[in-house]
């Protein structure tokens, strides 16, 4: 898909797992509604998760673009909106990936933490 140079580029807000790109999406969200500016939300970590995957598509990309690209056409039906998604840009083929599902120019920002996620934190169950 051809990126649409009129359209304002989405945000795209990188970082590992569980860094709380979810949180900061939500907190976006927030602030873009209380300035009164529209906006839709993606958090793309919902676009892949499906098992079995597809035989032709084994890492859920192919599929994660096409969900990617169905729901920002149903969201641009609404009218003129800033987008702005969370999810993993480990290469720059995923970033290439994103722009082409949908159409418009992408600007990563990259969540880091000094935090531990909560799953380093569980305790371990002994088994012994």
Known sequence: MPVDAASPPALLLNGTYGVG????????GDLLAE???PFS?????????????ASWDPDNVVIEARAMAATWALFQEAGPRQLVVSGVVAERADLDR???????????????????????????????
């Open 35 to 37: 300035a009164e500016r």
């Open 98 to 128: 994103y722009r082409d599902a949908l159409g418009i120019d992408v600007r990563c920002s990259t969540a880091t933490s000094t935090r531990r996620p909560a799953s380093s934190a569980t305790p371990t169950r002994d088994t012994g």
């Open 41 to 53: 939300l993606m958090d793309v970590d919902w676009f892949h998760r499906s098992w079995p995957p």
């Open 21 to 28: 790109k979810s949180a900061v999406l939500e907190r976006v």
